[in-house]
């Protein structure tokens, strides 16, 4: 799962121009694509060993396990979305308000999604950070 990271004020321009964050997922959904061969090459290697693929990305296609749109052809030049929805991209909005920095993480391939975890701070947080601070 690809994160973008984009700081406040490349945030504010998409705004000021209409972008929302839903169409901003769109646009890179609709661009970010890759020959359908780099990604049958890329699962290879991922598991190691060339005869452990017997499916193609077609093969995947037709057995409902992927979107019609990776199968449009059979080249395997044929430029595929690197997602299956825009809805698989993290877009976040950090970093400082004046710098104008886009960030790009790939997914984590064979590992699987981002996840998140609730971090619970000590019930005496503000004290400890105001003695930490004195330090």
Excluded at 8 to 23: F, N, R, T
Excluded at 111 to 128: A, D, E, N, R
Aim: glycine share 4%.
């Amino acid at each position: 799962m690809p994160h973008v990271v984009i700081t406040p004020c490349i945030a504010e321009v998409l705004a000021k121009a209409g972008y929302s964050k839903k169409d901003v997922k769109r646009s890179l959904y609709e661009r970010a694509r890759l020959p359908a061969s780099h990604i049958e090459q890329d699962w290879q290697w991922q598991l190691r060993s060339p005869f452990l693929l017997k499916q193609t990305i077609c093969d995947l296609v037709k057995a409902g396990k992927l979107p019609k749109q990776f199968c449009e052809s059979t080249d395997p030049n044929r430029l595929i979305p690197i997602v299956c929805s825009p809805d698989d991209i993290v877009l976040t909005v950090s970093g400082d308000p004046l710098r104008n920095n886009v960030y790009t993480f790939v997914s984590n391939g064979p590992l699987g999604y981002t996840t998140s975890k609730k971090i619970k701070l000590p019930v005496k947080w503000k004290q400890l950070l105001k003695k930490a601070k004195e330090k």
